[in-house]
């Protein structure tokens, strides 16, 4: 089951090349029906209290999609900063993995947002990543250090040996905390989204809730602003966590995605909330 959910997450998820945001302004597991906290260890770096799933038999990494259906009409907007570990020269040449006009819009339209971080472009960007991690609006989670894959088969992205897993986990938020982001939160987004069982028990020592998505936007490489709007407003359901990015190189559309479809969903009664939100209204105690 886990290997098929994992394929299929795959087909939906991110190439190789897909990166960031920023911003200079201040075969799956079973879905857990109740989360309860989990022990985080040391490596954690959520503030005391922060949500999350409880870990699976054996203290398997818990994986999170969405929230409940039933608490309300509230939706998570999540943003991948991934930035990889071999595009330094693309960025020293001008190419830009960040987007500072959708955090902008982002901030304008009052939207809070939880953003993926590698911590390549935590490294490349740390202005602006101490900039999302001092804002109250948005939280900064983990999104490994390479964005290279942690499995075979994922978009043809280069594979982190079977014993690094844990210590990518672990290198990205010392990038984190070293870039000046306070609290980074203990939520894990697997590169391209591919994960197997063996993969949550190779990370499991890090304490971190796995974090996919119900959604997804399209907005990686479109040119269609508005074939992602309507990608997206036609996925949304209650609880939802939907996936985007915000880079200008790589998903030039998603300011103005995010510009048409914030106040669709508002009309629509929706609220805007970050992923620690939805963990929490799943049940989880603080």
Partial sequence: MIALARRITALCALGATLAACGGADPAKPPRPAHAEPHASASLSPSPAGTPTVAAGPGGLTPVFEHGPRDKGKTVALTFDADMTADEGARAAAGER????????????????????????????????????????????????????????????????????????VQRTYSALRKAGVPNPMPYFRFPGGCY?????????????????????SGDAFATDADAVVRQVLDG??????????????????????????????RRQGYRFVKVSELIRESGARR
């Avoid at 935590?122 to 999104?143: C, I, K, M, T, W």
């Avoid at 978009?155 to 690094?164: C, E, I, N, Q, R």
């Avoid at 939907?242 to 300011?255: D, L």
């Fill in 97 to 168: 993995f960040d987007n500072p006009g959708l955090i902008s819009a982002l901030r304008t339209l009052k939207v809070p947002a939880t953003v993926f971080m590698t911590g390549r472009w935590a490294e490349e960007y740390p202005d602006q990543a101490r900039s999302l991690g001092h804002d109250a609006r948005f939280e900064v989670a983990n999104h490994s250090y390479s964005h290279y894959a942690f499995t075979g088969d994922c978009y043809g992205l280069p594979t982190v040996a079977k014993d690094g897993k844990l210590a990518e």
């Fill in 236 to 265: 949304v359901k209650p609880g939802s966590v939907v996936v985007m990015h915000c880079t200008r190189s790589a998903a030039p559309t998603t300011e103005k995605v995010v510009r048409s479809v914030v106040p669709e969903l």
């Fill in 196 to 216: 197997d069982r063996d993969t949550l028990r190779a990370i499991s020592g890090a304490g971190v809730t796995a974090v996919q998505w119900d959604v997804i």
